[in-house]
């Protein structure tokens, strides 16, 4: 009996050397393939889970639960952590130094951990998370020069960003204004952040939708500067407990800036937010916002239609006021009357009638003047062909576009839904007959921004062929049309690296992910059965249309964009553990 029970246990010994010999002998034959396809075959051998950190966003915060010089001896980076609870990447969980780490970790009361497998590539990405510097720590190693003609609205005294932080306790208030207007400027910022803490002011800019850390200010200087952003934008100086806000201009060289700007009462003292509006965006042409073939031949169908309505929806900052420009743009003929609503005017156009809502009066941060509603009435006894609406809120406001629709009008506008199928019940519930929504409404465009990936340090990757298999998963729902291709053979994607061009972001710039469905019989017959998003949904899918997501996951593959930024924007594209 003894002897049975030792030749099982050699038997069942060397099944398992058998096992381990296969897995590493699948580990070596896979080593001319990429690096996340190792990973993943050593992942299977441990069974542990498998990650691809180049779509996992990476805190500095939780990163830093374990110093860097620790990190890099023992070969790990924690990636997610919740109380004691970590969860750790490894590239190799019978390393040495990586299990004397874990053997350690183990003693300290409370303390658990689970692991994750990822490639040596995507652990050193992570690593450098320990050294991400601020943005105008970056512009040290570039020495950006902003020179005195840049800026002719705000004096002198700039020479570059990095004086903000070296010598904001000796140079005046206006200087240290200057270049935080100059620093925002050159780094095509879209909004400055002013925001009062216990012991100091932080500054933060807004540089293609993300918000960086630019450097800490000292408490005293923060009053001064809500002083002159209240000076420049004629707000009341004595008020203090009061929303106010305003706008003033920078004049350049060669063009005009308009800053918004608006202040809030804190617990700490005022905060303040400058956006600044320059005209760079609204010039863009159709086929420079984003659009794919397929869309874009939608659109140039819609467009030449000379009444019905193209709604826009996405949240703020989504850029759908840019699009609606961009379409102004197309249509603008001197054979053509158009008129805009908006609150505020943010662009000027040449050859159209822009009205502003909603006026502020000045210095007491409250609306006054016309509504939408009344702006509405009033423009189509102007005889126009084209209104522009910025944003229908309100059922009056939704009536009438929806009439002017009717009546022989091309109707621009906007609403606030989380994509293209919202639109309908959103309508609904701002009380419109459905029976006169599809007569009236020719497209609707959800849409969002995503940032382009920098030209000049993007790098190709092979992905494991798991998170490949994903991506062809995606791309099978999409549904086919004669207009556009869907790619079915994914070797390679890409991922943002980071250099002095793009300030070692690793974007510039960004683009627009989109989703369009038209009016069809599908959608008419959603609209008058009075249901759900969802159905709505169901019936532009059908009908041919690509969703937001869909269209950031092909602008990755084409290397406009990265998985990261998409999901970073939608959401998750796909679980990577």
């Given at each position: ?20 010999k ?15 396809e ?22 500095s915060d ?27 990447a ?17 003693k ?9 497998v ?31 003609e ?8 700039i ?8 010598r ?7 200087e ?25 002011t932080?500054?933060?800019y ?30 009341k ?5 009061t ?76 850029g ?39 006026l502020s ?7 006054t ?16 062909d ?14 009438i ?26 309508l ?23 940032r382009t990936?920098?030209e ?22 999409i549904p ?8 079915t ?11 002095s ?11 627009g ?42 602008k990755?593959?084409e290397?406009?964009?990265s ?5 970073r ?9």
């Amino acid at each position: 009996m003894k002897q049975v029970i030792q030749g099982l246990g050699n038997e069942e010994e060397e099944r398992e050397e058998l096992k381990n010999k296969v897995q590493n002998e699948t580990i070596r034959s896979l080593y001319h393939k990429g690096e996340e396809e190792r990973a993943t075959a050593l992942a299977n051998k441990h069974q542990l889970p498998y990650v691809d950190l180049s779509l996992v966003p990476i805190n500095s915060d939780i990163l830093n639960s374990i110093p860097k010089e620790t990190a890099q001896k023992a070969n790990i980076a924690v990636v997610y952590k919740v109380g004691k609870k970590y969860k750790i990447a490894v590239t190799d969980p019978e390393n040495y130094e990586t299990k004397s780490f874990l053997d350690n970790l183990k003693k300290e009361d409370g303390l658990s951990y689970s692991l994750v497998v990822v490639s040596r590539d995507s652990l050193k990405r992570a690593w450098a998370n320990y050294d991400k510097v601020t943005v105008t720590e970056k512009f040290e190693n570039q020495s950006v020069v902003l020179k005195k003609e840049d800026l002719t609205e705000f004096e002198t005294g700039i020479t570059n960003i990095i004086d903000l932080k070296k010598r904001i306790t000796e140079i005046n208030t206006t200087e240290i204004f200057n270049i935080i207007m100059a620093g925002a400027i050159k780094t095509k910022s879209s909004d400055i952040h002013i925001e009062p803490n216990k012991d100091y002011t932080r500054l933060r800019y807004r540089v293609d939708g993300v918000l960086q850390d630019i450097v800490n200010l000292p408490q005293k200087v923060h009053k001064i500067i809500v002083s002159r952003v209240k000076m420049l934008s004629k707000m009341k100086l004595n008020v203090s407990d009061t929303p106010q806000d305003g706008h003033f201009n920078i004049e350049l060289e060669n063009t005009g800036i308009n800053v918004r700007s608006s202040i809030l009462p804190s617990s700490f003292g005022e905060s303040i937010v400058l956006r600044i509006l320059s005209d760079e965006g609204t010039g863009l042409k159709l086929d420079e916002l984003g659009f794919n073939q397929y869309y874009l031949e939608i659109l140039e169908e819609q467009l030449i239609k000379p009444t019905g309505m193209i709604l826009t929806t996405g949240p703020t900052g989504s850029g759908k006021t840019t699009t609606l420009y961009s379409f102004i743009r197309r249509l603008n003929q001197p054979s053509v009357k158009i008129i805009t609503l908006e609150n505020p005017v943010e662009y000027r156009v040449e050859g159209i009638s822009q009205t502003e809502v909603g006026l502020s009066a000045a210095g007491t941060g409250t609306r006054t003047g016309i509504t939408f509603a009344d702006g509405l009435k009033a423009v189509v006894r102007q005889d126009p062909d084209i209104v522009m609406v910025g944003e229908i809120r309100d059922p009056e406001t939704a009536e009438i576009s929806i009439q002017a629709a009717l009546t022989g009008h091309m109707v621009l506008s906007t609403l606030h839904t989380n994509d293209a199928a919202g639109v309908i019940p959103r309508l609904l519930h701002l009380k419109v007959n459905p029976a006169l929504i599809a007569p009236a409404i020719n497209a609707v465009i959800a849409q969002r921004l995503v940032r382009t990936l920098c030209e000049h340090c993007k790098e190709e990757y092979v992905p494991a062929q798991e998170t490949i298999d994903k991506i062809k998963s995606v791309l099978k729902n999409i549904p086919r049309n004669k207009r556009m291709e869907i790619p079915t053979d994914i070797k390679f994607i890409y991922r943002s690296s980071g250099c002095s061009k793009c300030n070692f972001i690793g974007y510039s710039g960004r683009i627009g992910i989109y989703e369009i469905f038209t009016m069809t019989t599908n959608i008419e017959k959603v609209i008058l059965g009075n249901t759900s998003a969802s159905e709505a949904m169901q019936a532009a899918r059908e009908d041919g249309m690509i969703t937001m997501q869909e269209d950031g996951i092909l602008k990755a593959i084409e290397g406009r964009t990265s998985l990261e930024e998409i999901r970073r924007v939608t959401g998750e594209v796909f679980t990577t553990s």
